[in-house]
Structures are given as C-alpha cells and as structure tokens.
C-alpha cells in the first residue's frame, strides 16, 4: 500500500504535471491499484435541498444572488420529500446520498431539521453527504451527532486564484470550515473546480493545498467548470471555447489528484455530462474511483443512469460495493487501539 504523505511541495506536485502524459497516466494508475479495486467506481447521488437565493458571489454559482441565470430560491425540502428522494438514489444503486444548499451558512434555527434528515437518510443504509457553506465548530457538532458520514466544503481553486472568482468570503474561511468539521469527527470533502481560466500553476496550487491538509479528505471532487448564462464565468467564458480545460489537462488534474492523496476517493463531478467516454475512461485509469449518478448535480445537468450503465458495461466496470479504504483504515486503527 502506498505510503501517504502530507509534505508534497509545489515543485514536486508541478513535476507529476510536467511528466511525459503517458508516464504520468502509469504511475497514477499504479498508486490507485495498490489502494483500490480498478475495476469498481462508487456511485453517489447529489440532491439540493434548497435552492438559490445564496449571498455569495462565486463566479461560477447559479445558485448566486448576484447571477442573473433564471435560478429562483426555494425553502427547505420537508423532511419526508429527502428521505423518498435518498430511497430512491439506493434503489437506483448509489452507496451515498449528498445533499446541497444554497447558502453561506446554515441558521441554528434549521439545524434540527437538518439533523432529521441526516438521521432519515442513514437510516435507510445509505452514506450520507452535506454541503451547507460554512459552519461554526456547535454546528459541525450537531451534524456529528446526527451521524453526518462526509461534509463537502470545496476549495475551488489555488489560494491565489481563489479571490479572483470569490469575494464574500476569503480562502481561510474554507480551510476553517474543514478544520471544524474534522474536529467534529466527520469525514472530509473537498475539491474544487478546473476550467475557470486559471493556469497549470493554479491546479498545482489547489491539489497542493488538499495533499498538505494534517488529514487528506476522503473524498476529492474534481469538477470541470460547467459555464451557466448569467453567471461572471459563464458569461466571461461563453465565447471562448479556448478556455475550456483541455481533456488531457483535466486528466492530469485526476492523476495528480491520485498520486498526492493515494487513499482518497476521487469523484469526477460536475462537467462529465460533456466529457467524452473517452475522456471518461482515461480518469478512471488515472485514479477517479467516484461519480455522481441522476440527470442532474444541484441545478447543473448530469450523464444520467441510462448513459452510466451503458458506459460501466462497455468498460467492463461495476458499481463500488464495500467501505472505502481510508475509512477501512481508520477503522482498523479504532479497532487495535481499543484492543490495546
């Protein structure tokens, strides 16, 4: 098993994007066979359960005030309207049932509900995912206590390239919402998005920052910047198909993602429903282990089940179906300490 390191540099992580692609492509292929079974992806389904009317201004958001996409705000799905969603998701085959919402933080005043339908979801057997913005150190807590499996907190980007999409919120505040919600006990999260105009330096700056955290995030999210009319980077990047991430640098993102953080699992996330199978493939053999399945990610579209099977099948690919390995591991870590 390969061993994990939290120490990468800029220049190390810069020289496994600079490598010969199809070098790159072997060795990130080795380190995910040594972690993870080749042949299985996890599938995960992703539910907003409110929508819109968030104060940010991600440049990149829909769901922003400050975007001018048609995306009207919605309250709170009831309780009961999230968990036949979630049952659905399970029949359907995914292994866990993230859920989104539109806002910068959530209030006290909606974290029992919140807590209900984490409750609900697990319940069901399902691994349960948030994404809420930001939280306090009590509420990170509060969702512990509900046995929240993951809490999704994306980085975005670099830090430098960080404030030129985001101005309502500083890098910091991402860092310390993760540093809350590991303290809490619950599993990590964290990507970020690729395709947003920034330079190679920029991708190595966002995979250094997650391989550097005291603890990797157990799940990576690697999106491709879906560009949404009425959005600051949908509009600025409309008419320039140059500034589409090229498929082979997006792969390498992959591939560098797998190499740093060997135990993690790698999600490609939203922008695969305009990726190639090829494309498709080649992350899958550079170490993405994870998708989500459905029509659609929050507001943006999705491949959808049909395409999914028919791609799994002509892969010879099948649906992940036991613990993932860095979760086995700490475990295993729980298990012996408690013997001793």
Same mark, same amino acid.
């Given at each position: 098993?390969?061993?994990?390191?939290? #120490?990468?540099?800029?220049?190390?992580?810069?020289?496994?994007?600079?490598?010969?692609?199809?070098?790159?492509?072997?060795?990130?292929?080795?380190?995910?066979?040594? +972690?993870?079974?080749?042949?299985?992806?996890?599938?995960?389904?992703?539910?907003?359960?409110?929508?819109?009317?968030?104060?940010?201004?991600?440049?990149?958001?829909?769901?922003?005030?400050?975007?001018?996409?048609? *995306?009207?705000?919605?309250?709170?799905?009831?309780? /009961?309207?999230?968990?036949?969603?979630?049952?659905?998701?399970?029949?359907?085959?995914?292994?866990?049932?993230?859920?989104?919402?539109?806002?910068?933080?959530?209030?006290?005043?909606?974290?029992?509900?919140?807590?209900?339908?984490?409750?609900?979801?697990?319940?069901? &057997?399902?691994?349960?995912?948030?994404?809420?913005?930001?939280?306090?150190?009590?509420?990170?807590? /509060?969702?512990?206590?509900?046995? $929240? #499996?993951?809490?999704?907190? +994306?980085?975005?980007?670099?830090?430098?390239?960080?404030?030129?999409?985001?101005?309502?919120?500083?890098?910091?505040?991402?860092?310390?919402?993760?540093?809350?919600?590991?303290?809490? &006990?619950? +599993?990590?999260?964290?990507?970020?998005?690729?395709?947003?105009?920034?330079?190679?330096?920029?991708?190595?700056?966002?995979?250094?920052?997650?391989?550097? $955290?005291?603890?990797?995030?157990?799940?990576?999210?690697?999106?491709?910047?879906?560009? *949404?009319? &009425?959005?600051?980077?949908?509009?600025?990047?409309? #008419?320039?198909?140059?500034?589409?991430?090229?498929?082979?640098?997006?792969?390498?993102?992959?591939?560098?993602?797998?190499?740093?953080?060997?135990?993690?699992?790698?999600?490609?996330?939203?922008?695969?429903?305009?990726?190639?199978?090829?494309?498709?493939?080649?992350?899958?053999?550079?170490?993405?282990?994870?998708?989500?399945?459905?029509?659609?990610?929050?507001?943006?579209?999705?491949?959808?089940? #049909?395409?999914?099977?028919?791609?799994?099948?002509?892969?010879?690919?099948?649906?992940?179906?036991?613990?993932?390995?860095?979760?086995?591991?700490? /475990?295993?870590?729980?298990?012996?300490?408690?013997?001793?």
């Amino acid at each position: 098993m390969t061993k994990t390191r939290n #120490d990468w540099t800029r220049e190390e992580i810069a020289q496994l994007f600079n490598l010969p692609f199809t070098e790159l492509l072997f060795q990130a292929a080795s380190v995910h066979r040594e +972690n993870h079974p080749p042949d299985q992806v996890q599938l995960c389904t992703l539910l907003s359960i409110k929508t819109g009317g968030c104060p940010e201004d991600c440049g990149y958001c829909s769901q922003s005030v400050h975007a001018d996409s048609g *995306v009207e705000a919605s309250k709170l799905m009831d309780v /009961q309207e999230v968990l036949q969603r979630a049952a659905q998701a399970k029949d359907a085959g995914s292994q866990r049932f993230c859920m989104g919402a539109a806002w910068r933080n959530p209030k006290d005043r909606d974290m029992p509900k919140i807590a209900a339908i984490v409750k609900g979801v697990s319940d069901m &057997g399902l691994e349960t995912c948030m994404t809420l913005g930001m939280l306090e150190p009590h509420q990170a807590a /509060q969702l512990a206590e509900a046995g $929240l #499996d993951y809490y999704n907190h +994306n980085i975005d980007s670099s830090p430098e390239y960080y404030e030129r999409v985001i101005s309502t919120r500083n890098f910091q505040c991402r860092l310390d919402t993760l540093d809350h919600v590991r303290s809490a &006990g619950i +599993n990590v999260c964290s990507g970020g998005i690729v395709g947003m105009g920034e330079t190679r330096e920029d991708r190595v700056g966002f995979i250094h920052t997650l391989a550097t $955290l005291p603890e990797h995030p157990e799940s990576v999210p690697v999106n491709a910047l879906v560009p *949404v009319k &009425g959005t600051v980077l949908g509009d600025m990047l409309a #008419d320039t198909p140059m500034a589409k991430i090229d498929d082979i640098e997006f792969v390498r993102t992959v591939a560098a993602a797998r190499i740093t953080m060997p135990m993690s699992m790698v999600r490609l996330s939203a922008g695969r429903e305009s990726m190639s199978e090829a494309t498709q493939a080649l992350s899958f053999l550079a170490g993405a282990n994870s998708i989500f399945t459905g029509d659609k990610l929050l507001t943006a579209p999705n491949a959808g089940d #049909d395409s999914d099977s028919a791609l799994f099948a002509k892969l010879g690919m099948t649906a992940l179906e036991g613990e993932e390995p860095q979760r086995r591991a700490k /475990q295993a870590e729980r298990m012996t300490e408690a013997l001793d």
